[in-house]
């Protein structure tokens, strides 16, 4: 495999006597594009901001294209790094023109290659035509299409962008992921986004990695992620979910209030051994012939689809995702069944393993 475009070995950063981001290793291959997901204050945006030049490293080193740019005690300039930005607050010239800011980055190459690749940025990222509005004349959809465009200017390798859609309404920021997504993959772009929003993460990236503490839980697939969790406060975090109490049984079963359940991978424990069972909303089934009778606790209407937490006769819960047209109130019964294909487990107040 090609050397990596960025590469943060085991970095640390820290304020005083307050340590931010503690250990934290990864890498990123040309054209691949990482989300940092986590909780606020987990260390996220601390670490964007190392990547960028914006914040000194206490240990480790962080590399681009092969280049040490940061290690302790040294740290190579923010504008010397070869890379764009984008803020969540667009962070645009409001005396500028919309082609003036998208060309600012652009200032030592000629007038008409500056044009050309404006006009090509602002098509890029669906504005043609409005070189000459100015940010105010925008909405804030618009506005960050233009911060984007902005970054991708000068042709960076890598671009960073700091929750680039948070203030953004869910519909338009949605369209926006995806553009996104389509814009970094097409130019061979590497990205690094900062995200608390589990959706858009997995809408974005090729590489996930969940932060807590400052510390790096899990990096992998936005597929891993959610389906092969390393610990349960990866899985709470990375998507809805129930856990079951059980007991694993010869066979690659587990025994809980719910049934025997049977996994295709090999569990990872002993029988006998006390686990947790993982169950994700798609893994629970309405089933009017079911062997499990539930009763509803909670609902939550999302329009094409409701959420809904169950309760078992002995009071654990499971969640379970239907379309909309079930429409099933709080307290009604549901019949269901168990249809996980594998199971992820966690050794009871430990820090949980998954069946691999």
């Not at 054209?31 to 204050?41: N, R």
């Amino acid at each position: 495999m090609s050397e990596p475009l960025l590469s943060l070995q085991r970095i640390a950063c820290r304020y005083d006597d307050d340590v931010v981001v503690d250990d934290v290793s990864f890498t990123l291959q040309a054209g691949q594009i990482a989300c940092l997901l986590g909780p606020s204050g987990c260390g996220k945006t601390t670490t964007l901001r190392a990547i960028a030049g914006l914040e000194p490293l206490t240990a480790g080193s962080i590399h681009i294209a092969g280049r040490e740019v940061s290690s302790a005690g040294n740290m190579v300039a923010p504008e010397k790094r070869g890379l764009g930005m984008v803020f969540q607050d667009h962070a645009l010239f409001p005396h500028l023109s919309v082609g003036q800011n998208v060309g600012f980055a652009l200032r030592n190459e000629s007038r008409e290659a500056r044009r050309l690749r404006v006009a090509e940025c602002l098509e890029m990222v669906r504005l043609a035509g409005m070189e000459a509005r100015f940010p105010h004349e925008l909405s804030g959809g618009q506005q960050q299409r233009v911060a984007l465009a902005r970054a991708l200017a000068p042709r960076p390798p890598l671009i960073l962008l700091d929750e680039p859609f948070a203030s953004l309404d869910l519909d338009l920021r949605r369209q926006l992921n995806q553009e996104l997504r389509d814009i970094l993959l097409h130019e061979g772009i590497t990205g690094v986004i900062v995200t608390h929003d589990q959706e858009e993460a997995f809408a974005i990236a090729t590489h996930v990695g969940i932060m807590r503490a400052g510390r790096m839980i899990q990096w992998d697939s936005p597929y891993n992620i959610y389906h092969s969790p390393v610990t349960r406060f990866v899985a709470e975090f990375a998507g809805a979910g129930a856990f079951l109490e059980g007991t694993v049984l010869p066979g690659e079963h587990v025994a809980t209030v719910a049934g025997e359940l049977g996994s295709h991978r090999p569990l990872g424990y002993p029988p006998g051994s006390p686990v947790t069972v993982l169950l994700r909303p798609e893994d629970v089934v309405v089933d009017d012939d079911g062997p499990l009778q539930t009763s509803v606790v909670h609902r939550v209407f999302t329009g094409p689809n409701i959420l809904y937490r169950l309760a078992l006769e002995n009071g654990e819960q499971l969640t379970c995702l239907t379309g909309s047209h079930e429409n099933i109130p709080i307290g009604a019964s549901m019949r269901v069944r168990i249809a996980a294909k594998h199971l992820v487990l966690f050794p009871p107040q430990q820090t949980p393993v998954q069946a691999d």
